[in-house]
């Protein structure tokens, strides 16, 4: 009688017991396999925090000289109606930090033997890195932690807002190691929109800068055709981002996003990084590569690369494409490609550009070393880890017109200046780019492009 009455009491208490392992073991694995599947490198997305907060990627900022390491997650923040849209001079001034530390925090998430452990966030703040704001902007959140295990490629951060109670783990891998070798340039390209589907201009860009000893190219897929996605898939050098972007309408940010997409790019990169655009060619001469450039003992001591932009205009060099219908049946029609094989590309048959050369810091371009950049423009690089170095000047170069030009192929009639239109500038002849005809012709880009068509 009473063996029976311990094992009424026993029996109910175990299966309490095992209840509750059962809850507290299942209940973490959901975040247990969406971290195994992010350090196994799962597709990198947008997601949403909040109507306000929106977060793209992590990585460890600890390359601050005075500053203690943290995780810098990019993503887009809502600028409040109350602020006025700041200037690009001021616009790194428009932070809330008492604002974002009372309504979201941070966790880090790591695993050890198996079992998971977080890591609350004792501080938050935000940086403004955008040239221009509309109703987002991109930004910096910086999460701070009392440390930072070093457990490579394992750890994962998420955004929660405050006094919410079981709010989702939005785990977004944090990551250390950058991609590529020291003396690697890889290129670094907006998010193509459109929907792009001009699939010569897009492999003569690739095979281009593959001729010059590009190592490797980071696209964001905003809206692309089905043909253009097929040939980026195909290029071994190339990574296609998905550019879900969160907000629902484009317009609310400023050009699509680009430096957001800019900075996740430069920041998941080693050695050198050209931000450039899909028409604009970076012209040596007086190198055979843009590595041979970067690397020239002659400038060991400069980290960044600003190139003169001259145009090429449309106006000047008529292009005339016909439609071509791809080999295999069933794809996307819209390729296009020059009249006959023998033409090349079209950067090959346009020979005149403006004579005038654009400024410095006016519609150029560049190259950087990706190690050194903490924040970027469109046109050159806007903060480094040397806070006491001003504006980049003292390890840049500012690479003279004849050692190498940026080449802009495009339709110059929108382009307004105070004076005559741009392509009613003086034009002069500029054969420097066949120097590289042979070599393009015999890149696996160019094969890929031609045995497609």
């Not at 604002?99 to 880090?108: A, G, Q, V």
């Not at 991609?179 to 699939?199: A, E, N, Q, Y």
């Not at 990574?239 to 879900?244: A, I, R, V």
Request: contains cysteine.
């Amino acid at each position: 009688m009473r063996l029976r009455k311990i094992v009424k009491v026993v029996i109910p208490f175990l299966l309490l017991v095992g209840c509750l392992f059962y809850y507290i073991h299942y209940s973490w694995s959901p975040n247990k396999l969406k971290l195994e599947r992010f350090a196994a490198g799962e597709t990198t997305s947008w997601r949403r925090i909040s109507n306000d907060v929106f977060l793209y990627s992590a990585f460890i900022e600890d390359r601050l000289e005075g500053e203690r390491a943290y995780v810098k997650v990019i993503g887009l923040k809502r600028i409040s109606a109350k602020t006025p849209p700041p200037t690009v001079q001021d616009i790194s001034k428009v932070t809330d930090v008492a604002d974002i530390n009372s309504k979201y925090y941070c966790k880090l998430f790591y695993t050890v033997d198996g079992r998971m452990v977080g890591i609350k966030s004792d501080n938050i703040t935000y940086f403004v890195f955008e040239e221009g704001v509309k109703v987002y902007a991109g930004v910096f959140y910086k999460c701070y932690f009392k440390s930072i295990p070093i457990i490579p490629d394992s750890l994962s951060v998420a955004l929660y807002p405050q006094n919410v109670h079981k709010y989702p783990d939005k785990l977004i891998q944090v990551r250390r190691v950058r991609r590529g070798k020291p003396t690697d340039v890889s290129i670094c390209v907006r998010p193509l929109f459109g929907p792009m589907d001009d699939l010569v201009k897009l492999a003569q860009f690739i095979a281009y800068y593959e001729a010059l000893g590009v190592s490797h190219f980071t696209f964001y897929d905003l809206s692309i055709s089905p043909s253009i996605r097929d040939f980026l898939q195909r290029i071994e050098k190339a990574d296609l981002m998905l550019w879900n972007l969160p907000t629902g309408n484009t317009s609310e940010l400023w050009d699509f996003g680009t430096l957001t997409a800019l900075h996740d790019c430069v920041y998941r990169s080693q050695g050198y990084v050209a931000v450039v655009d899909i028409d604009e060619f970076i012209v040596p001469s007086q190198h055979s590569s843009l590595t041979h450039l970067v690397t020239d003992s002659v400038y060991q001591s400069k980290d960044q690369f600003i190139f003169h932009n001259v145009f090429f205009c449309d106006e000047f060099c008529p292009r005339v494409v016909e439609k071509v219908r791809p080999r295999s049946p069933g794809r996307d029609k819209s390729w296009f490609r020059p009249p006959g094989p023998s033409s090349g590309f079209p950067i090959f048959s346009c020979n005149q550009r403006t004579k005038r050369i654009w400024g410095i810091h006016d519609r150029a371009k560049y190259i950087v070393k990706a190690s050194r950049a903490v924040t970027l423009g469109h046109h050159y690089v806007t903060s480094t880890v040397d806070p006491g170095v001003p504006n980049y000047s003292e390890r840049t170069l500012y690479v003279p017109p004849t050692l190498a030009l940026l080449n802009h192929y495009r339709e110059c009639r929108p382009i307004s200046t105070k004076r005559n239109p741009v392509y009613n500038r003086t034009r002069i002849p500029d054969m420097q780019i066949m120097e590289y005809k042979t070599a393009v012709e015999s890149t696996e880009a160019f094969r890929l492009y031609s045995a497609l068509l």
